[in-house]
């Protein structure tokens, strides 16, 4: 779980830096699909990241609104902010905490309940998902996209050797 945490946030960052040598301009641009522009992909990202950690550690969880956010160094300055309160509880996951519940109380008065794992899978999928978004705009725009490759980020600290 950790692993594919420190995943999104390296990417992530990728993006942040590929973003600086984009003109505003471009960043802001409504694009077709996802949340509208690459900037506010990347608001997005972070602020769902955010939300669902703090819903299910029973923390009041509040919509930031973009508009407050239009530039690169804010998104970052916003995503910084949460991600010391995030990274704490995903670096303190532990398999126990898998199937506490969540319960999801809907505005039409239902309540959905989805174990906390699933959550915090769907956290990183929708992640994930826009990332995919990201790479078609960039490539759009005739620039390479962040590379998504898993392999080769160094995520996993040491292997164990092995001989043949």
Same mark, same amino acid.
């Given at each position: 779980?950790?692993?594919?945490?420190q995943?999104?946030?390296? #990417?992530?960052e990728?993006w942040?830096?590929?973003?600086? @040598? +984009?003109? =505003?301009?471009? /960043?802001?641009?409504? *694009?077709?699909?996802g949340?509208?522009?690459?900037?506010?992909?990347?608001?997005h990202?972070a602020?769902?990241?955010?939300?669902?950690?703090?819903?299910?550690?029973?923390?009041?969880?509040?919509?930031?609104?973009?508009?407050h956010y239009?530039?690169?160094?804010?998104?970052?300055?916003?995503d910084?902010?949460?991600?010391?309160?995030?990274?704490?509880? #995903?670096?303190?996951?532990?398999?126990?905490?898998?199937r @506490? +519940?969540? =319960?999801d109380? /809907?505005?039409?008065? *239902?309540?959905?309940?989805?174990?906390?794992?699933?959550?915090?899978?769907?956290?990183?999928?929708?992640?994930?998902?826009?990332?995919?978004?990201?790479s078609?705009?960039?490539?759009?725009?005739?620039?390479?996209?962040?590379?998504?490759?898993?392999?080769?980020k160094?995520?996993?600290?040491?292997?164990?050797?092995?001989?043949?």
């Amino acid at each position: 779980m950790q692993t594919f945490f420190q995943y999104n946030w390296m #990417v992530r960052e990728q993006w942040y830096e590929w973003c600086e @040598n +984009i003109s =505003e301009e471009e /960043l802001l641009a409504t *694009r077709t699909g996802g949340v509208g522009s690459i900037l506010k992909t990347l608001f997005h990202i972070a602020d769902v990241e955010w939300s669902w950690i703090q819903v299910l550690q029973g923390k009041p969880d509040f919509q930031e609104d973009f508009e407050h956010y239009k530039s690169l160094p804010q998104v970052r300055e916003l995503d910084a902010k949460f991600r010391s309160e995030v990274e704490s509880f #995903v670096l303190s996951w532990h398999e126990g905490l898998e199937r @506490n +519940i969540f =319960e999801d109380h /809907l505005a039409d008065g *239902r309540i959905m309940t989805d174990a906390w794992g699933e959550v915090m899978r769907h956290v990183i999928a929708h992640e994930i998902h826009h990332v995919g978004q990201l790479s078609v705009w960039a490539r759009e725009i005739g620039k390479q996209p962040v590379s998504a490759n898993v392999i080769g980020k160094g995520l996993i600290d040491s292997l164990p050797s092995t001989s043949h």
